[in-house]
Each structure stands twice: as structure tokens, then as C-alpha cells.
Nanobody, 125 residues
Framework: QVQLVESGGGSVQAGGSLRLSCAAS????????MGWFRQAPGKEREGVAG????????YYADSVKGRFTISQDNAKNTVYLQMNSLKPEDTAMYYC??????????????????WGQGTQVTVSS
């Protein structure tokens, strides 16, 4: 059973930065997609960024390209989301998720079956 624990959320002013961490346990090394998703009140959940644990391939939503960076530390089974130049519209609950991804060249952002509890990010103007 894969378990995911997020940390690093908080409150920041527009233009500021935060780094989210997702510590994973319960899976053997292999081909997983690790994704960061967010959901603001009254809005649909959005896939923000993803990374393939085997290839390191990444995906970014257009709304965060150039501002967010996803990375991983395989030795620590941890995935990070560095968020720079934050905007009020980035305010949301951020979730880390995982799924098996057999193809290393594709970062899938759908059908994730393991989820963390979420961490709140609030950006004030």
C-alpha cells in the first residue's frame, strides 16, 4: 500500500515562494508517476505537475509553466514542488498522488489511485 505525506504548505504574499514535499512509502522502486494536484473551493481539481520516477520525465500545466518545478530525490522517496512567483490564483489545497506508469516516456495525469491528505497553500495579494 502506497502512502503519501505532504508538507510545506502555508501562507505567502504574491510573488513569494514555497516548496512542497511529498514523502512516499510502501512501494518498491519502479515505474510510478508522481503528481501534484490542486483544488480551490468551487473549482475542479487541476493536475499541476507530474514526474516519472524512472525516467524523470516531467509534465506541467500551462498555468504554472516557468514558475513551478517538480523534482525528486529517489534516495529519500520524496517528490518536491518548488513554487515561485506565486499568484493569488495559486491558492488551493495541494495534493500529492501516485499511480503505476509502465511507460517511462509519458507522465500520465489521470487515474491516480494513491493520494496524500493535502496541504493548504494560500497566496495573498
Amino acid at each position: 500500500q502506497v502512502q503519501l505525506v505532504e508538507s510545506g504548505g502555508g501562507s505567502v504574499q504574491a510573488g513569494g515562494s514555497l516548496r512542497l514535499s511529498c514523502a512516499a512509502s510502501g512501494y518498491t522502486s519502479g515505474r510510478y508517476c508522481m503528481g501534484w494536484f490542486r483544488q480551490a473551493p468551487g473549482k475542479e481539481r487541476e493536475g499541476v505537475a507530474g514526474i516519472h520516477t524512472y525516467s524523470g520525465s516531467t509534465y506541467y500545466a500551462d498555468s504554472v509553466k516557468g514558475r513551478f518545478t517538480i523534482s525528486q530525490d529517489n534516495a529519500k522517496n520524496t517528490v518536491y514542488l518548488q513554487m515561485n512567483s506565486l499568484k493569488p490564483e495559486d491558492t488551493a489545497m495541494y495534493y500529492c498522488a501516485a499511480r503505476w506508469c509502465p511507460r517511462a516516456d509519458i507522465v500520465t495525469m489521470t487515474s491516480y489511485n494513491y493520494w496524500g491528505q493535502g496541504t493548504q497553500v494560500t497566496v495573498s495579494s
